[in-house]
């Protein structure tokens, strides 16, 4: 069983930035992509960024292609999304996911666990 827990979100005024972190724990694969995706109220999941395990690729959402960077920590379990020039469009769950191979990819349908989000929400 993985346990995947994020942190860092919170209100931020439009404009501003957040940094939002998830932590893997447990029996995780070998080696396994990571990816952020969102929902937002009335919507359905939404792709954000996925990073590679071994971090040299990185594919991002056109909406926030240039104000978000995935990073991530693969001896520590950890990935980051950090989140500028946020605007209210931006407000919804963000959730943490690993996938099932090491390769980035976009599909949810890759991967298998998932945490259970955290709030950010941008003011106008």
């Known amino acids: 069983q993985v346990r995947l827990a994020e942190s860092g979100g919170g209100l931020v005024q439009a404009g501003g930035s957040l940094r939002l972190s998830c932590e893997a724990s447990?029996?995780?694969?070998?080696?396994?992509?990571m990816g952020w995706f969102r929902q937002a109220p009335g919507k359905g999941r939404e792709f954000v960024a996925t990073?590679?395990?071994?971090?040299?690729?990185?594919y991002y959402a056109d909406s926030v292609k240039g104000r978000f960077t995935i990073s991530r920590d693969s001896a520590a379990n950890t990935a980051h999304l950090q989140m500028n020039s946020l605007k209210p469009d931006d407000t919804a769950v963000y959730l943490c996911?690993?996938?099932?191979?090491?390769?980035?990819?976009?599909?949810?349908?890759?991967?298998?666990?998932w945490g259970r989000g955290t709030q950010v929400t941008v003011s106008s």
């Open positions: 996911a690993t996938a099932r191979r090491p390769y980035a990819t976009m599909s949810p349908h890759d991967y298998d666990y």
């Open positions: 447990g029996r995780t694969h070998s080696a396994y992509a």
């Open positions: 990073i590679s395990w071994s971090g040299g690729t990185t």
